[in-house]
C-alpha cells in the first residue's frame, strides 16, 4: 500500500553525499519535470530513460542514465518498483527534491 511504501521511504537514512551529487527540485505535478524513469537493467533501482528538452528536469540538468537515489532527502531502497515510486511522486506534497547520481567519466590520468 502506499502508507507502507512512505513508511519504508521514510525509514531509510538520508541519501550520503558522494551518493546523491545532483538534486532536481520541482513544485508542479511530476509529470510536468519532463523526464522518463525506469527500472535500471541491472537491478540498481530507478533511472532516468528519458528527458524532455524543454521539460523542467532537462533545465535542472538531468540526463539519461542518471540513477535516482533520493527523495526528499530519504534514500530509495534499490529493490523500489517503479509503480510504487510513481505512486510516491503522486501523492507527495510540493515542493520535492529528487536526489540524482551520475558517474564522472574517467579522467585521462585514470585510463593511462
Not at 1 to 18: G, H, I, N
Not at 57 to 78: E, T
Not at 91 to 106: A, H, Q, V
Amino acid at each position: 500500500s502506499y502508507e507502507s511504501q512512505l513508511a519504508l521511504l521514510e525509514s531509510w537514512p538520508f541519501a550520503e553525499a558522494r551518493e546523491c551529487n545532483r538534486v532536481l527540485t520541482w513544485e508542479n505535478d511530476f509529470f510536468y519535470l519532463g523526464m522518463d524513469i525506469a527500472n535500471a537493467y541491472d537491478g540498481s533501482g530507478l533511472r532516468v530513460d528519458g528527458v524532455q528538452e524543454s521539460g523542467a528536469a532537462h533545465n535542472q540538468g538531468a540526463q539519461i542514465g542518471d540513477r535516482i537515489v533520493s527523495l526528499n532527502g530519504h534514500r530509495i531502497p534499490p529493490d523500489m518498483k517503479l509503480s510504487v515510486f510513481v505512486d510516491l511522486l503522486q501523492y507527495l506534497p510540493r515542493p520535492m527534491e529528487l536526489g540524482l547520481f551520475r558517474p564522472e567519466p574517467p579522467s585521462l590520468a585514470t585510463l593511462g
